[in-house]
């Protein structure tokens, strides 16, 4: 099953029943100051009272529950305490634990005897709870036997940290049915910037929830007047299911529609999506390769011109054996003698390399072409030195040649010089508000040079905007791949600058991986936002989830597809959220029809082959 179908829906919980009720003894009220702004209604559903047989403290207490009350984990509570010289002061917290025992036996097999009533005993039911605020901020323990309320819609909010918040975005659902939301702050670049999501392949859902991510920040009114220039990249290698984003999910029910209304948000596909796609391979028009879309898919490539000029050779080197390998200055000597000797032919990008001094020299028109020049010259001891700059052994320069050779097959659909000119083959942001880059077609050396040269394009492009506004968020997937945490490789580079200066510049990574122990240590640390869903038992024992309390760790290895667990600066605790099914199509069979393409659209689809013609997802003429 795809990953971006197994977001589950999630719990239709209704809230708890708010009101304003007081409640005498042990000096503790249920009303008093710490309600929320605006009149927001306080906590009268009482679920025990503080236990005197714990030790309670400022930042933590346990709960003896109610007869017939229960509570589970994630649940949001609060009591008060009356000092006397700050007046009442509300604790807020979220359980963490929750614990039901025999009272009154005293061998494991009294429960049988209980059971059979011959041994009198009482069930008790308790829950620990983490102090998340205390507000104002007088750090007392709360008193033993004073009352302890499921939180209501305002000590909620304050328990939380939402009504600080003056830019939220919805995640998702509490465990509650309530909205969560994360501080906008810590995404646009303000006081933060970045996500990490972690999770098993499969069954984390960390796509699905990357992309309700960030359809809650299109549409949650966060972005205002900024929301019809803000970008997302996204880089698709999970087959064509995220091809379909602006298209309708049909099997969108009415529970799960309720759960976008109460979220605040509408209901629907993303408004304006464009895919970009490689050629086929052996296509001498370069038609996109894809089969299941055929509307707004442009394809990409690089002229043989364009990788000489901007010296993408070194994007051609980026698997962990060339990041071991020794001939990385060999890489840049050869780069920088393509820029100078490279001239232009025609207007299809083909190049022709002429050495100073040479009369003439060889046409290039296909990245193969390319390579077998480049071998000849180095192979020739009398025009080696001429591209090496320096004496260079030849067990390196054959070990250069070696894994440039080896890479003709799976780049030669995407670097090339025969194709006609004029036809729009760039990966850009300009013509849609989410642009998708389509690389499940790719070999994975391809996929490298992909995502390397396009994050280095629009990093520059923003650099040179000189604005962090409007906003690019930049969604990658299989961070480990291209950011491992050892070795050194040109997209590292290009990431670690993006999560270390992108927030400046407006570039805001959205990264998942299936170990984010295996990640780049300083790009997990520069995300203000750490998600994570089902996580391998082994995994979730790493340093890297140290922000997951122990009971939170253990429950993330048998949490369902859905289900994450968020922590952001401002909540001292990860909070356990439920995002609702998708209302976008997660692959063709749920496509519903799409409205007709906007001008942007239409223009550059004009020089798509496939514009007019039926595809899988349309309907087959009668005839």
């Known amino acids: 099953m795809s990953e971006q179908t197994e977001a589950a829906a999630a719990n239709g919980a209704t809230g708890d029943t708010a009101g304003r009720a007081t409640a005498s003894g042990n000096g503790a009220t249920a009303s008093g100051n710490g309600t929320a702004s605006g009149g927001s209604a306080v906590s009268a559903d009482a679920v025990g009272r503080v236990l005197g047989t714990h030790a309670a403290s400022p930042l ?66 308790c829950a620990e709870v983490r102090v998340t605020r205390v507000e104002p901020e007088v750090f007392v323990p709360p008193l033993p036997g004073a009352p302890v309320y499921r939180a209501a819609s305002g000590d909620r909010d304050q328990a939380l940290y939402f009504d600080v918040m003056d830019r939220r975005v919805p995640m998702g659902l509490g465990r509650d049915g309530r909205p969560m939301y994360v501080n906008f702050d810590f995404l ?81 596909p993303f408004g304006s999506v464009h895919v970009f796609a490689p ?24 002229t043989l011109a364009e990788f000489c000029a901007e010296e993408l050779l070194r994007f051609v080197f980026t698997d962990a054996d060339d990041e071991r390998a020794q001939y990385s200055l060999l890489v840049g000597q050869v780069a920088a003698r393509l820029q100078s000797w490279a001239e232009p032919v025609g207007d299809s990008g083909a190049v022709r390399i002429r050495r100073p001094g040479a009369e003439d020299g060889p046409v ?22 001429v591209w090496t700059g320096a004496p260079t052994p030849l067990g390196t320069v054959n070990a250069f040649l070696r894994r440039l050779r080896g890479a003709v097959r799976a780049l030669s659909p995407i670097v090339r010089g025969d194709l006609p000119g004029g036809r729009p083959h760039g990966i850009g942001t300009s013509d849609a508000q989410v642009s998708i880059v389509d690389l499940h077609n790719l070999p994975d050396r391809a996929q490298r040079f992909v ?40 997209i590292k580079e290009i990431l670690l600058d993006v999560a270390e200066r992108g927030r400046s510049l407006g570039v ?21 936002v750490r998600i994570a869903g089902r996580l391998d038992p082994a995994e979730a024992t790493r340093p890297e989830y140290g922000w997951l309390p ?18 952001q600066p401002e909540i001292p605790v990860p909070l356990a959220v439920t995002f609702p099914f998708p209302a976008w199509a997660t692959r063709p069979s749920e496509a519903a029809a799409r409205p007709a393409a906007s001008p942007v659209l239409r223009n550059r689809a004009a020089a798509d082959p496939f514009t007019g013609l039926p595809g899988p997802d349309d309907d087959i003429p009668p005839f």
């Open 60 to 125: 933590s207490f346990w709960v003896g529950l109610e007869p017939g009350r229960v509570v589970q984990l994630d649940d949001v509570v609060v009591t008060r305490r009356d000092t006397p010289d700050y007046g009442p002061v509300l604790v807020a917290g979220v359980v963490s634990a929750v614990e039901a025992r025999h009272e009154g036996a005293g061998f494991d097999s009294d429960v049988f005897l209980i059971a059979d009533g011959a041994l009198p005993a009482a069930v008790v039911e």
């Open 188 to 268: 646009d670049g303000t006081r933060g910037a970045h996500v990490s999501i972690s999770g098993v392949s499969g069954v984390a859902t960390k796509t699905s929830f990357a992309t309700f991510l960030l359809y809650s920040i299109f549409h949650s009114g966060v972005l205002g007047a900024e929301a019809a220039n803000t970008k997302a990249l996204i880089f698709s290698v999970k087959g064509e299911d995220l091809l379909f984003l602006d298209h309708a999910n049909t099997r969108l029910d009415a529970a799960a529609t309720a759960q976008y209304a109460r979220l605040g948000l509408p209901a629907g």
């Open 279 to 302: 050629p086929r391979p052996r296509d001498p028009n370069g038609v996109p390769d894809v089969s299941a879309r055929t509307r707004d898919v442009s394809a990409y490539y690089w």
């Open 364 to 385: 290039c028109r296909t990245f193969g072409d390319l390579v077998d020049v480049i071998g000849a010259e180095l192979a020739d001891e009398g025009t080696r030195a």
């Open 451 to 490: 995502v390397g040269v396009t994050l280095r394009g629009e990093f520059s492009r923003k650099e040179s905007a000189g604005t962090a506004r409007p906003l690019l968020f930049v969604v990658l997937d299989e961070l480990n791949k291209y950011a491992p945490r050892e070795g050194e490789s040109p």
């Open 508 to 528: 805001i990574l959205i990264g998942a991986q299936q170990t984010a122990s295996e990640v780049e240590r300083r790009i997990v640390a520069n995300c203000s």
């Open 550 to 567: 122990a009971a939170a760790r253990d429950r993330a290895t048998i949490a369902r597809p859905g289900t994450m667990f968020v922590t």
